[in-house]
């Protein structure tokens, strides 16, 4: 009978020991829980560096370039037989069995500091103008909302001679001028285009001589005059008709509508600030004569003038946003960088544009029941709403897509400063 309790015993730890398998469930748990921690990671890491930026302090971004996940479960079982005896004669017999299950799954990161030559180059380097064209989900916001965090600055230039520069930042007591000035612009059509810029190759040949050298360009100069990467350009030299060899080559510039900008401002622009594709658009319902009155007032006289966009880095886009939250802080903590409301002769319509929204809006210790980001500096909370009515949500979003612009190959180091574990 023993025995036979022995056998039916180290069965059941038999049994019990191998239908232990890894417990999948917990572990898609765990993986989705570090995929939120690793998102409010990076948005803390922004509003962190706004908040710095305020405070005139260094900026400083980490990243996380490498996640490895582990996971593993060890079974024990053990059976022991315990005898009680007098002399030669066996009294009693016991006999026990135990099971140890011990299940193991974590994450093990890495963290690597940005702090580096390779990332503040590009971190300081002004931003390419083709991010004004983002086709990602930035291309949903306004586009005052865009230009107000890329653009430095406007300047109107007469046979290049300064005539009057606006400056984007919310400390300039004139910042009402520029945002007039750019919502006038957005309405003409604010936009970039690739323009064709042609560069002189050699001497310009007289037509003659031009003729004879055909046969010497050879098929690749051709080939690449009837693909439009060269073109030749008529021209004269000492009255004769003579043809230049030009580099053909697309290089993106701001420009604003033609029909739009001269309905609106008349001649206050010149031609090379006019698109080349400049379509005409049924005129917007916006009403800027007061504007256009004030701009011609302040510029009697002034026609042909030249359009020049100063362009952000990164680094000074969180310069700015750190303007706006010293803005916002100011007395009583309600004046707020008001995006207005706009419609672009490009954009359609968007019933949330009708009305002025806070561009970045920022809470200040204050105990926000689902807050995007939260972060603690210098003993004082800064936390982002989920559901006020700013822009707030979205400018995180492009912030991001800026500082994952600036990480150029070698910007997040092979050796991680830590490892978590």
Excluded at 31 to 38: E, F, I, K, L, N
Excluded at 294 to 321: H, Q, W
Excluded at 325 to 340: A, C, P, Y
Excluded at 361 to 387: C, E
Aim: overall charge neutral; some cysteine.
């Amino acid at each position: 009978m023993m025995a036979l309790h022995r056998i039916i015993l180290i069965g059941m730890l038999g049994l019990m020991a191998g239908c232990t398998t890894i417990n999948s469930t917990s572990f898609n748990n765990m993986s989705s829980a570090y995929r939120d921690a690793v998102e409010g990671y990076s948005n803390d890491n922004i509003l962190l560096n706004v908040v710095r930026a305020s405070k005139n302090m260094p900026m400083s971004f980490l990243d996380i370039p490498s996640v490895i996940g582990t996971g593993n479960v060890t079974t024990d079982a053990g059976l022991t037989t315990a005898q009680t005896s007098v002399g030669a004669a066996a009294v009693s017999s016991t006999t026990g069995g135990s099971l140890g299950v011990s299940v193991n799954n974590g994450f093990t990161f890495t963290q690597a500091s940005l702090d580096n030559a390779q990332f503040l180059q590009s971190f300081l380097k002004e931003i390419p103008l083709g991010v004004l064209g983002l086709k990602g989900t930035e291309r949903l916001l306004p586009r005052a909302v865009t230009y107000t965090l890329l653009l430095e600055g406007i300047e109107l230039r007469s046979n290049n001679v300064l005539v009057q520069r606006f400056n984007n930042d919310p400390i300039d007591p004139n910042y009402e001028q520029f945002q007039q000035l750019l919502y006038l612009l957005i309405e003409a059509g604010l936009t970039v285009e690739n323009a064709p810029i042609k560069t002189p190759i050699g001497p310009p040949l007289e037509k003659a001589v031009l003729t004879k050298s055909l046969e010497g360009l050879g098929p690749t100069t051709l080939d690449h005059i009837a693909k439009g990467l060269l073109s030749l350009d008529k021209t004269l030299v000492n009255g004769n008709e003579a043809y230049q060899l030009m580099r053909i080559e697309l290089k993106p510039r701001v420009c604003v509508n033609k029909f739009r900008a001269e309905e609106l401002m008349g001649n206050l622009l010149s031609k090379s600030s006019y698109c080349l594709d400049s379509p005409r658009h049924r005129k917007s319902d916006q009403n800027y004569t007061q504007i256009i009155k004030a701009f011609a007032a302040s510029y009697e006289g002034e026609k042909n003038m030249e359009l020049v966009i100063g362009i952000r880095s990164p680094g000074n886009v969180f310069d700015f946003l750190g303007s706006v939250l010293n803005t916002q802080f100011e007395g009583d903590g309600s004046k707020m960088v008001l995006i207005h409301p706009t419609k672009s002769v490009l954009d359609g319509y968007n019933e949330r544009y009708k009305k002025s929204h806070a561009l970045f809006k920022v809470y200040r210790d204050t105990n926000l029941p689902r807050p995007v980001a939260t972060v603690t500096y210098r003993g004082v909370s800064y936390s982002i709403a989920d559901d006020d009515d700013s822009y707030t949500k979205q400018v995180i979003e492009f912030m991001s897509t800026l500082v994952t612009i600036a990480k150029i190959p070698g910007a997040i180091p092979a050796t991680p400063a830590v490892v978590v574990r």
